[in-house]
């Protein structure tokens, strides 16, 4: 059985605008620990295929600072869930479940009527990737040079500008989740990227494609894709996670 090494970067900004970062993120146990911080998060590092890892992007909805509160109990939850993952089990849906219902409580046991978050999570199995998401974040590949996005956007037009139809933290009376769910082979040499709309919004297709060309380390590539969006305005909180996939 082929072995494949996932070399991974993540580069979390607040922005040019915004006030505080919303966004939150998991790879490889980190995440964003000091929610109220304005400083750049940057981790970087590599991970087999057998040790079944996910990588994650959560953005934040509620206004002021309950985004962040948001996004943190996602990553957080996830953290804990994933240290006890089986190293051959498919559990990338069962942890949306729980992370939406985490995030749910919590907006509950804050007497909101509604807060939430973002998601867009691939989990790197020994055969397959599984990809989620749920609302605008999402989740790229780059395969024979070729970039697709392999997430679906869950938004509708709205007077203020797009509204979020599917995000962790649904309240019950909305029904279930259901997020996108998709499985595919990957191949040594493909590139993932995850990001919150604050990437995507800022950066076209082409521009994202043209730094994932580039022959650069994983988190050399997270900050050149950072840094542009930041260039063209950055109006939005920025995250990126880049996973190049390596046979080993």
């Known amino acids: 059985m082929r072995s494949y090494h996932i070399e991974y970067g993540c580069v979390s900004s607040v922005g040019k605008i915004r006030k505080n970062n919303e966004d939150n993120f998991y790879a490889d146990a980190h995440i964003r620990e000091e929610i109220d911080s304005v400083d750049d998060a940057v981790v970087s590092g590599e991970v087999r295929s057998d040790s ?123 029904g279930p989740l259901s997020p996108y769910l998709a499985e595919a082979k990957y191949r040594s040499g493909d590139i993932y990227l995850l990001c919150s709309d604050g990437v995507s919004d800022m950066l076209s297709d082409e521009e994202i494609e043209e730094i994932l060309k580039e022959k650069k380390p994983a988190d050399a590539m997270c900050r050149d894709l950072v840094d542009k969006a930041l260039e063209k305005g950055g109006v939005d909180n920025t995250t990126a996670i880049v996973c190049k996939v390596k046979l080993f």
């Open 52 to 174: 079944n890892e996910c990588f994650a992007v959560f953005d934040g909805m509620g206004g002021e600072a309950l985004g962040e509160v948001a996004s943190f109990v996602a990553a957080s939850h996830t953290a804990d869930f994933l240290k006890d993952k089986d190293q051959f089990e498919e559990y990338i849906y069962e942890l949306s479940e729980i992370l939406n219902q985490k995030v749910a409580e919590e907006t509950q046991a804050r007497s909101l009527v509604l807060m939430g978050t973002t998601a867009a999570m691939v989990q790197f199995a020994q055969n397959a990737v599984y990809i989620l998401n749920a609302g605008d974040s999402r989740v790229y590949r780059l395969s024979r040079r070729e970039l697709v996005q392999i997430s679906v956007d869950h938004t509708a037009r709205s007077w203020g500008g797009k509204a979020i139809t599917k995000f962790l933290g649904m309240p019950e009376e909305a």
